[in-house]
């Protein structure tokens, strides 16, 4: 049987028994009731209660952490992130590294899809020809920039030769957008007869049943799974943006996880029988970016002076009630090439206002706000910005729009003045956390939606993703965050924890860093189930 994977970091194992064989006869027989009571069952259907629903299923297709994760239980990449966050081998069963430029990937045999096609080195060829087409767009490209050719040597091994250097390949291929495709799903594609975005098909423990869009995405176990299958026969994952069902839904079975808890209800979720909180520092940081195309947010000036004007202390104290860290700038710690050296922008008022005056902005102005409505923690932080910049004179509108319509807008450049939003560096590389947002080549879909240009920094996210040397990255990546600190084309709120909570029916259940799940060794307990989850 698959061994339990525990939590990570200060996340909780739950509903694991235990017994010993030094028990007189009266305990031997409660330990033996206990234990069949909670031996994990095979089957069940786990409800998830999310607050979004997916934009789209295609992993080269989605910037957002919802479709992320629906996707990450159907595709599978080449290699993955397990529990510890350790890069290990998936559908490749080793890689090495052949030279400076030449990567080798052998691949697992006896693989099918999900529609019963064979997982081979034409499919991998398939997929990455696909993700870099300049007709595809795929948001996700960049991660393989300087990929040149990607080459299947037999049947079974697969090259990668990039142009340069490239220490990020194997954090990138790791990613959920390097999911293998279906050859033959994606020739259906071309010939119209199959939409990519709305029917999945990868090799994943789990397949694709159906998206009622707005509802729910409903993925089936994968019978015919390449490796040991799932316990579950079914994961549901149900659009339910009102905070308070999310968590009555926990608290009365009708759901095993609820996603997003808000610190003014984690009393209750940790109060409440058969449930537990589950807290995990992320990758991630949430912020305030500014559309650096539009004035006054054109001049650094501005945006420097409109970041200290914020008390990043009080949103982490009083919105999140310490569930996060204040971000000094875009890398959270957990983070390769994260600093603690940064020279952050200090909270203050009254210096904010002497460079709004000296920016020619003395007497304020007025500017908008977007947000999407179905997460209230960042409509809070929009009141708290709103008020606080009303202090020294700016006058802030602020929007709520639906997620998919939010991020479209914010994507296109139209999403107002300024917007709120988070980012997670799934990769858990700088290269991952910095490239999408900050490079020039990236505004828009690819991550950089401030439309933020610098031609220094450009240059040394090219040379941090082409060193080699551990320590030299390091140094870099320290030269680049400060350089984007202090050129402030967004205001780093906080960098969050993922809070959720789990019924005590479940066993196994990983909330990773990067804010996605590991579910196929999760298990629903007998007495649970009898319970009526």
Known sequence: ??????????????????????????????????????????????????PSDAVTLDPQASTDLPSNIIADNVYESLLYYDEDTEIQPRLAESYEQVDETTWEFYLQEDVTFHDGEPFNAEAVVATFDRLLDPDMASPRALLFELVEDVEAVDEHTVQFTTSEPYAPLPA????????????????????????????????????????EEGSEVVLTNNEDYWGEPAYLDSLSFNVVPEQGTRIGMLETGEAHF??????????????????????????????????????????????????MAIDKEAIV????????????????????????????????????????????????????????????????????????????GVDVSIEQ???????????????????????????????????????SDNQGTSGNHTFYENEEVDALLE??????????????????????VDDAPKIYTLHTDYVVGVSDAVEGFVQQPSGLFILEDVMITEEAEDGGY
């Open 463 to 484: 040379e941090a993703s082409q060193e080699t040397d551990e320590e030299a990255r390091l140094q870099l990546y320290e030269e680049v965050e400060q350089i984007i």
């Open 172 to 211: 990138h291929v790791a990613h959920v957008s390097a999911g293998i495709l279906s050859p033959a799903a994606m020739e259906a594609e071309e010939e119209g007869d199959a939409n990519l975005d709305m029917e999945p098909v990868g090799t994943g423990p789990f397949e694709f049943e159906h998206w």
């Open 1 to 50: 049987m698959k061994k339990i994977v525990p939590f990570l970091g200060i996340s909780l194992l739950l509903g694991v028994a235990g017994c010993t064989e030094d028990v007189d006869e009266e305990e031997g027989d409660d330990a033996e009731d206990e234990e069949a009571a909670e031996e994990p069952v095979e089957g069940g259907d786990m409800v998830f209660a999310m």
């Open 401 to 439: 729009m639906e997620w998919g319509a939010y991020l479209d807008a914010v994507q296109e450049g139209e999403g107002g003045d300024m917007h709120v939003l988070g980012w997670s560096a799934q990769t858990g590389d700088a290269d991952f956390a910095l490239q999408p947002n900050y490079h």
């Open 317 to 392: 104290e009083g919105i999140y009630e310490g569930y996060g860290t204040v971000a000094d700038g875009p890398l959270a710690d957990l983070t390769f090439g994260s600093s603690d050296a940064l020279d952050p922008l200090p909270h203050d008022p009254e210096e904010a206002e002497e460079l709004l005056a000296e920016a020619g902005y003395e007497d304020g102005f007025s500017a908008t706000l977007m947000t999407n409505d179905a997460n209230p923690m960042r409509v809070q932080i929009a009141e708290v910005v709103q008020d606080e910049l009303a202090e020294i």
């Open 258 to 307: 609820a996603q997003q808890i808000e610190p003014t209800n984690i009393p209750q979720v940790e109060e409440m029988d058969g449930a537990n909180l589950v807290s995990e520092e992320g990758f991630g940081y949430d912020y305030i970016g500014f559309n650096t195309e539009n004035e006054p947010f054109d001049d650094p000036e501005v945006r420097r002076a409109l970041s």
